[in-house]
């Protein structure tokens, strides 16, 4: 089993920036892409945005330049999603997973970090 923990979450203003950080308990980063997630206010959870195991990055449409996922090569198990130009909208709670592309899903999750974007 496979420990995630996400922190950077918090209040902030719109215009806003946060990072998030996500570390796992072993190196896994060479093994399985990444995937942050968030669940709005009475949305279902969606993809935001991905980093695999080379480095390639994808986002969702709706992060428009705003969001990057990145690495830290000096913490091999440190995943980032550096948010800007945060609006309410991006309110909510903000995951990181693993993929697994043996199952074709995301099989480790951890609990969440909350962002509230609030004036």
């Known amino acids: 089993q496979v420990q995630i923990v996400e922190s950077g979450g918090g209040l902030v203003q719109p215009g806003g920036s946060l990072r998030l950080s996500c570390t796992t308990d072993?190196?896994?980063?060479?093994?399985?892409?990444m995937g942050w997630y968030r669940q709005t206010p009475g949305n279902q959870r969606e993809l935001v945005a991905t980093?695999?195991?080379?480095?390639?990055?994808?986002y969702a449409d709706f992060v428009k330049g705003r969001f990057t996922i990145s690495r830290d090569n000096s913490r091999v198990n440190t995943v980032y999603l550096q948010l800007n130009s945060l609006t309410a909208e991006d309110t909510g709670t903000y995951y990181c997973a693993a993929y697994s592309r043996g199952v074709r899903e995301y099989v480790y999750w951890g609990q969440g970090t909350q962002v509230i974007v609030s004036s």
């Open positions: 072993r190196n896994i980063l060479r093994i399985y892409t």
């Open positions: 980093i695999s195991r080379g480095g390639t990055t994808n």
